[in-house]
């Protein structure tokens, strides 16, 4: 068959359909822009995840909710998706502390809702820009235990710094027990199949006390500062 006879099987255009899915790339704009506008005041900062099905009796929500406090009052905006779980813990920790709390909410069928404890709360209907924001100004990622909403921010995050795609951030996991079966699946079975290289397992680390995880932080940036480079504003720039 030829190209023109394939061509000639495809569904004509709906007009209405068209217009409505050009006019999306506006909204996509404003909320890349909203996103760069408000955003760029709360450096440095740290972006924290973990499920959303958290009850706040939860240990979990408990460590989540300690881990922001304590950023918070070293100096670091907290940065979460701005829902109910550990979201919250992460927001509620933040506001008591000394920085700003950020949510970055996303609209969905079921499941998000906002949580009251933020400062700066913006709202997505996409995926995609949200993770970009979650990124951008982010000078750590923490992840706490966490569904397949975390594991996609966790496989972002490590796929752009292994793809010098944005700049290396600390990368820390909460929690050993949670997390032990997927690092051990990563050595197991992307490293001893080459689908990674030995070096990509030091992209992240896994801890367990609050504390340690902002010692983590603060050891990394000891000899460099929070502010990126010339180079890694470059690599922000295309993200």
């Known amino acids: 068959m030829s190209k023109l006879e394939k061509t000639a ?3 004509p255009i709906n007009d209405t ?3 409505r899915e050009s006019w999306k790339i506006f909204q996509i704009m404003a909320e890349f822009v909203e996103g760069f506008e408000r955003l760029a005041q709360i450096k440095p900062s740290v972006s924290i995840f973990g499920s959303a099905r958290t009850a706040p009796d939860h240990p979990y929500y408990r460590q989540a909710e300690e881990i922001a406090r304590l950023l ?3 100096g670091f905006s ?3 998706g701005g829902g109910p779980g550990i979201m919250e813990a992460v927001n509620k920790g933040a506001c008591a502390g ?3 709390s950020i949510g970055l909410n996303i609209q969905l069928p079921r499941e998000q809702v906002g949580n009251p404890y933020q400062d700066i709360s913006l709202n997505f ?3 995609f820009s949200r993770k970009v924001m979650f990124v951008k ?3 750590a990622y923490v992840c706490m235990p966490g569904g397949f909403g975390t594991l996609d921010e966790l496989m972002e995050i490590l796929t752009l710094i292994q793809t010098n795609k944005t700049r290396r951030i600390p990368v820390i996991l909460v929690h050993t027990p949670f997390w032990e079966g997927l690092v051990e699946w990563i050595r197991q079975g992307l490293l001893a199949e080459g689908m990674i290289n030995a070096e990509d397992l030091e992209l992240f680390k896994v801890l367990d006390e609050p504390q340690a ?3 983590a932080i603060f050891d990394y940036y000891e000899h460099r500062g929070f502010e990126p480079s010339a180079e890694e504003r470059e690599l922000l720039l295309y993200l």
């Open 17 to 19: 359909m068209l217009t």
């Open 213 to 215: 995880v902002v010692d």
């Open 137 to 139: 100004y982010a000078a």
């Open 9 to 11: 099987h495809l569904r």
């Open 78 to 80: 907290v940065v979460s």
């Open 98 to 100: 000394k920085s700003l």
């Open 125 to 127: 209907r996409h995926f």
């Open 72 to 74: 918070s009052d070293a």
